[in-house]
């Protein structure tokens, strides 16, 4: 069960300073990229044609950067490459309803090992339509867990691996997203999505020392809920708490807040909290694009 593509609109990649359509955009073979994922990447929604909570992704850039000792190119050209990507879809195809922004920069042209080459980073910037999540999402936890002691923690890396066989095991199942616990046994988050629980009239998503990356949306999320007086709170809850949930959210840039209606088999009605949480979510991004 994939997330369909949407229309023939062919992304558009910003890559060294030129606007290609995507099939023309070429990197080097040995961009260390490519060889042992040595990168970091940033997706952002697009919204008629315009790019949501940019500066927060570019400061999770450089984060991600930072932690793996990567040089990151400066915000000024990281803009200019969104700015120049989203003009020529712009100028293709109009403004996007809905899109997706793909930021993503590697550590270069670069030796066969794990070793890196003095090579200037690679950037590339990739937009692109995006299709609306179906109205009915399901999700499965996947028994892998996510090593919340690792040295790169938190950075969102092009070392992608771990969560394509994870998804690739919830599509099986008839699932759009898998969830994972931590080495602890505690939830952790979805390949590619924070997750927030109703307990007990509370929601709970676990706090950054479980592994999850620190997500836009969730950290969006955190700070609305608590300004529109909802009971949340971050911290740790067991992986098997996702059974007894009243209410299962999913928060990513594609996605908002979403409700989960089934998860692993278990049909999930969804809460009352939980239809406020996307209902918050929704009326506070409503009010500007970069948060
Ligand atoms: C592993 C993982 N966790 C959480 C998220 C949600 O982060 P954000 O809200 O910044 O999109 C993502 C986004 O793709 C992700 O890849």
């Known amino acids: 069960m994939t997330h ?21 955009a070429r990197v080097a073979a040995l961009d ?40 990151c190119p400066d915000d ?22 809905l899109g997706r922004l793909r930021i993503t920069v590697t550590g270069g042209a670069g030796p066969l090992g794990s070793d890196r080459g003095a090579a200037e980073p690679t950037l ?18 996947v028994p892998w867990p996510r090593n919340e002691h690792s040295a790169i923690v938190g950075a969102k890396t ?10 690739e095991r919830a599509h099986r199942e008839g699932a759009h997203e898998a969830v994972m616990p931590n080495t602890a046994g505690n939830l952790c988050e979805g390949t590619g999505s924070n997750v927030v629980l109703d307990l007990d009239g509370e929601l709970v998503t676990p706090p950054l020392s479980s592994g999850c990356l620190a997500g836009i949306t969730r950290e969006l999320f955190l700070e609305w809920a608590a300004k529109d007086g909802l009971p949340v709170a971050e911290r740790d809850v067991p992986i098997g708490d996702v059974a007894r949930a009243a209410d299962v959210l999913l928060a990513s840039s594609t996605r ?10 278990r049909a999930v009605l969804g809460s009352e909290l939980g239809r406020r949480a996307v209902e918050v979510f929704e009326r506070y991004a409503a009010l500007g694009m970069d948060p």
């Open 4 to 24: 369909a593509a949407p229309s023939p609109i062919v992304p558009k990649v910003w890559i060294a300073g030129d606007v290609l359509d995507a099939p023309r």
């Open 32 to 71: 260390h990229g490519l060889t042992v994922g040595d990168g970091i990447f940033e997706t952002c929604k697009v919204v008629q044609g315009e790019v949501f909570a940019l500066t927060r992704h570019l400061r999770r850039l450089a984060r991600s950067a930072a932690m793996l000792g990567l040089p």
């Open 76 to 97: 000024a050209l990281v803009r200019r490459a969104v700015e120049e990507v989203r003009r020529a879809v712009l100028d293709d195809a109009g403004p996007l309803p």
């Open 124 to 141: 590339v910037v990739a937009l692109g339509p995006a299709a609306p999540w179906p109205a009915h999402i399901a999700a499965v936890t």
């Open 158 to 167: 092009t070392s992608y691996a771990e969560n394509v066989v994870a998804l």
């Open 256 to 265: 908002n807040v979403q409700q989960v209606q089934r998860m692993d088999g």
